[in-house]
């Protein structure tokens, strides 16, 4: 069964800009969560869908959003990009709506902003 | 607020030694589950282990196991025989209403 899937591997933009990461969950899954990680942060949680709905959102001011789509596959955007976004942005997926269920990671997209 | 706190950002160890990372966490919750998980250079996290607070018994998979102690809230991670693959980041979760990770342990196997 294919893992995680999240595209680009790498992007580069400048401050202003906008910027959508895709995310393919385990076939299956349709819990899909998004992290951001930074040195010294940790993984902070971003927001969580499951079933095209949001569930549950972290600490985050409103340029960053995402959505899920029918078949699970779930995007993230972040509109006016400063300095501070420059992260690896990482996606999990799990196979149902409880928080007992462990979540599966994708490789991440890094993002740098200049 | 749930808090999960890792307060060693390095460890080392001697290769076939034991090492213990540890991790404790805030919660007023009873029920709720504990996860370690490893992140290699190619950023991947996998889930190394899983810990159901309402388990009394630590659990363990193959040289991996923890020590669970709910009211000290309390959860290391020991890595037995240890080898040059389990040199990653290693990061601590808590689980309530959404997951909270710790800021991780970067550890170092040394040859």
């Known amino acids: 069964k294919a893992g995680v899937t999240q595209t680009p591997r790498y992007l580069i933009k400048t401050r202003g800009q906008q910027v959508t990461l895709s995310c393919s969950p385990i076939?299956?899954?349709?819990?899909v969560s998004w992290y951001q990680q930074t040195p010294g942060q940790g993984l902070q949680f971003l927001f969580e869908?499951?079933?095209?709905?949001?569930?549950n959102k972290g600490n985050f001011p409103g340029r960053f959003s995402g959505r899920q789509f029918s078949n699970s596959r779930s995007e993230m955007n972040v509109s006016t990009l400063e300095l501070g976004d420059s992260a690896l942005y990482l996606c999990?997926?799990?196979?149902?709506?409880?928080?007992?269920?462990?979540?599966?990671f994708g490789n991440g997209t890094r993002l740098t902003v200049t | 607020a749930q808090t999960v706190t890792q307060s060693q950002p390095e460890m080392s160890v001697q290769e076939a030694e034991t090492v213990t990372l540890s991790c404790t966490y805030d919660?007023?919750?009873?029920?709720?589950?504990l996860f370690w998980y490893k992140q290699p250079p190619s950023r991947q996290m996998i889930l190394v282990i899983r810990?159901?607070?309402?388990?009394?018994q630590n659990a363990t998979e193959n040289r991996f196991s923890v020590n669970f102690q709910k009211a000290a809230k309390s959860f290391s991670l020991k890595i037995s025989d240890s080898q040059l693959g389990d040199a990653a980041m290693y990061f601590c979760?808590?689980?309530?209403?959404?997951?909270?990770f710790g800021t991780g342990t970067s550890l170092t196997v040394i040859p």
């Open positions: 999990a997926s799990s196979l149902d709506q409880g928080y007992n269920s462990p979540l599966h």
């Open positions: 810990q159901e607070a309402y388990k009394q």
């Open positions: 869908y499951f079933s095209e709905t949001q569930r």
């Open positions: 919660t007023s919750e009873s029920d709720y589950y």
């Open positions: 076939s299956g899954h349709r819990s």
């Open positions: 979760a808590y689980t309530g209403n959404q997951f909270y």
